[in-house]
């Protein structure tokens, strides 16, 4: 590398990073802003748009730009709002006079100050998912308040409701975590000194809740959650709250867990149990640190573990950590445990599909299906799609119309170069040979080294190439007939056949995808009608055959890289109060954008 070369970048850097300097400084008089590690906002508005994930299971509770939070059990479990009072008079909390919200990687914080309940002193909290248990624990401190304010908590509205997409965030409808009356009428509390079980929902769930041992415990009505003052001195009627008061001076605790997750006599020190959830936190989000001159990327890495962590749940990772919390094979979700130390876990999620693979060969003719209108093969085992070399979705052998066998073998592939486990090759070497030759004669039936490619990207729900010869489903078996040639080799065997099928690939695509005149690889070349070449790439046309090492040299990596800063659309960001702000988002395509 020149040194102009260096020197080019690292002016480059230190421009950009004078830039996000600025930009930070304006964002935080609106709207969010980077502050070391943390994402942080001050009097936000949005509402249970932040999750916090806990032990690898569906629970998880959310947050908001404000001290609340709404907990997912799996299904609603009820929420917490937070009011202050000085004896006199009440407000809720998101009205103080200062909120100051930050996210750091797995933990919600808060500091509030308000002059007429907090007089100079401020209130802190800390919101935390147990680090063995599914449950909330929050962490409050108290400092220089009289010693007449108090905290409100109000509980309630656990009704087990299952939303469409798990309360994912522009999915389902924004309320979903709102304390309403008619979600608390089969709530069912017994309050014992500091302490709270409920009962809710048609399976009577449990929840357990533990108070400040200060605190002052109610029921409330909550036909008025609208009016705080005629909440506070309500009595129950249909729809019980549960009213928390207590003192906040100095540090205290509060609570909600799942009993079915850990013993209740367990959960009454819950100061041990908020350094042992923090422990389990840092342990995730210190995987990955980044520390650049780039504000607004250095939070990103701490984010990215504890996500990562969030789609794992034993055996196998699942395709999102709220919304599509399912388990889909070969998402881009199985790379996550090489990448962060966590090899266990990418075996399991391997060795678990490999179990799934389908070993008998076609006996039926392609059938495609009627009821939806011969756009894609019926589920019928035994025809070429779900026949030796499939994987199903899950240990109930689910037929799908995706192809997750290409990334999930790319995976696998991956994992045994990084690993260079030889003993770990041999056992899945026939799940990779009746992988190769299922590819073959589903997508490459005319044996012309280019493949067509079926819903095997996570663009794929929107692409249709119609039998088309495609770059990147053929970049991705150019590169596992390359690795599979080496691996034959390493564990003793003859893998001539696959080294011949990547150079056949790598020739094909280098001379009917290759756009030499321009500089890119094209998007496909059609099956039907012309045979035309679609030049108008899409990004994971680039980044896949980047990926695959379909450019040797990197010089046709070097040239796809600038189709993709000058011929893909660059979408200005701008925001109400900076306008232009530099910055742009990179549409996946120039004639389509994915949604």
């Known amino acids: 590398m020149n040194r102009l070369f260096i020197l080019k970048q690292v002016v480059i850097g230190i421009l950009l990073s004078y830039s996000n300097l600025q930009f930070a400084k304006a964002s935080m008089h609106e709207g969010y802003y980077p502050q070391g590690n943390n994402i942080v906002c001050v009097n936000g508005t949005h509402r249970f748009t932040r999750a916090i994930y806990g032990t690898n299971t569906p629970f998880r509770f959310e947050t908001s730009d404000f001290p609340e939070f709404g907990l997912y059990m799996p299904n609603l479990g009820g929420s917490m709002y937070f009011a202050l009072t000085n004896g006199k008079q009440s407000k809720w909390i998101d009205k103080a006079d200062y909120i100051q919200a930050s996210y750091s990687a797995g933990k919600r914080s808060y500091i509030i100050k308000d002059s007429s309940f907090l007089g100079n002193g401020e209130l802190k909290m800390d919101f935390l998912a147990w680090g063995d248990a599914d449950g909330i624990i929050v962490k409050m401190e108290g400092n220089n308040i009289p010693a007449s304010a108090r905290l409100i908590s109000i509980f309630g509205g656990a009704n087990d409701e299952h939303f469409r997409r798990e309360g994912d965030l522009g999915a389902d409808r924004p309320d979903c975590f709102y304390i309403k009356p008619e979600r608390c009428k089969d709530n069912r509390y017994v309050l014992k000194s500091n302490t709270v079980t409920l009962s809710y929902g048609e399976n009577k769930k449990e929840l357990y809740g533990v108070f400040p041992l200060s605190a002052e415990l109610e029921l409330v009505d909550a036909a008025y959650i609208d009016d705080l003052n005629t909440l506070l001195h309500s009595k129950v009627q249909e729809a019980p709250l549960v009213k928390a008061v207590y003192p906040i001076q100095g540090y205290a605790y509060l609570s909600f867990i799942n009993p079915a997750t850990t013993s209740i006599a367990g959960a009454r020190n819950l100061a041990a149990h908020y350094e042992k959830a923090e422990r389990c936190r840092l342990n995730i989000a210190n995987k990955v640190v980044l520390k650049t001159?780039?504000?607004?990327?250095?939070?990103?890495?701490?984010?990215?573990?504890?996500?990562?962590?969030?789609?794992?749940?034993?055996?196998?990772?699942?395709?999102?950590?709220?919304?599509?919390?399912?388990?889909?094979?070969?998402?881009?979700?199985?790379?996550?445990?090489?990448?962060?130390?966590?090899?266990?876990?990418?075996?399991?999620?391997?060795?678990?599909?490999?179990?799934?693979?389908?070993?008998?060969?076609?006996?039926?003719?392609?059938?495609?299906?009627?009821?939806?209108?011969?756009?894609?093969?019926?589920?019928?085992?035994?025809?070429?799609?779900?026949?030796?070399?499939?994987?199903?979705?899950?240990?109930?052998?689910?037929?799908?119309?995706?192809?997750?066998?290409?990334?999930?073998?790319?995976?696998?592939?991956?994992?045994?170069?990084?690993?260079?486990?030889?003993?770990?090759?041999?056992?899945?070497?026939?799940?990779?040979?009746?992988?190769?030759?299922?590819?073959?004669?589903?997508?490459?039936?005319?044996?012309?080294?280019?493949?067509?490619?079926?819903?095997?990207?996570?663009?794929?729900?929107?692409?249709?190439?119609?039998?088309?010869?495609?770059?990147?489903?053929?970049?991705?078996?150019?590169?596992?007939?390359?690795?599979?040639?080496?691996?034959?080799?390493?564990?003793?065997?003859?893998?001539?056949?696959?080294?011949?099928?990547?150079?056949?690939?790598?020739?094909?695509?280098?001379?009917?995808?290759?756009?030499?005149?321009?500089?890119?690889?094209?998007?496909?070349?059609?099956?039907?009608?012309?045979?035309?070449?679609?030049?108008?790439?899409?990004?994971?046309?680039?980044?896949?055959?980047?990926?695959?090492?379909?450019?040797?040299?990197?010089?046709?990596?070097?040239?796809?890289?600038?189709?993709?800063?000058?011929?893909?659309?660059?979408?200005?960001?701008?925001?109400?109060f900076k306008g232009e702000t530099g910055n742009s988002v990179v549409s996946t395509t120039n004639w389509m954008p994915y949604e």
């Not at 790379?335 to 266990?344: A, E, K």
């Not at 490999?354 to 009627?370: F, N, R």
């Not at 490619?453 to 190439?465: E, G, K, M, R």
């Not at 055959?545 to 600038?562: C, P, V």
């Open 293 to 576: 001159p780039d504000l607004f990327l250095n939070p990103v890495g701490g984010n990215l573990a504890i996500a990562a962590d969030a789609v794992w749940q034993s055996p196998m990772y699942h395709h999102g950590s709220i919304g599509w919390r399912i388990p889909l094979l070969g998402w881009r979700h199985c790379y996550i445990g090489d990448f962060l130390g966590w090899r266990d876990r990418s075996r399991s999620h391997f060795d678990y599909y490999a179990k799934l693979q389908m070993t008998e060969m076609p006996d039926k003719p392609v059938i495609m299906d009627a009821n939806q209108k011969l756009a894609r093969a019926a589920y019928i085992k035994g025809t070429p799609m779900y026949s030796s070399g499939y994987i199903a979705n899950c240990q109930e052998n689910e037929l799908y119309f995706y192809d997750m066998n290409l990334v999930y073998i790319d995976a696998l592939l991956w994992h045994l170069n990084w690993t260079g486990d030889l003993e770990y090759a041999k056992k899945m070497w026939p799940v990779i040979e009746r992988h190769l030759a299922w590819e073959k004669r589903t997508f490459d039936g005319n044996d012309d080294g280019l493949y067509d490619a079926l819903c095997c990207i996570w663009a794929s729900d929107a692409l249709q190439y119609s039998s088309g010869a495609v770059t990147h489903s053929s970049a991705y078996n150019y590169r596992a007939n390359k690795i599979a040639s080496i691996i034959a080799e390493k564990i003793g065997l003859d893998g001539a056949r696959y080294k011949t099928e990547a150079d056949k690939i790598a020739k094909a695509i280098n001379e009917q995808l290759w756009i030499k005149k321009k500089g890119w690889w094209a998007e496909y070349k059609g099956y039907m009608g012309n045979n035309k070449l679609h030049e108008s790439a899409a990004a994971w046309t680039v980044y896949h055959a980047i990926d695959s090492e379909l450019s040797d040299d990197n010089f046709q990596a070097y040239q796809a890289g600038i189709y993709a800063i000058n011929g893909l659309p660059h979408i200005p960001v701008k925001t109400d």
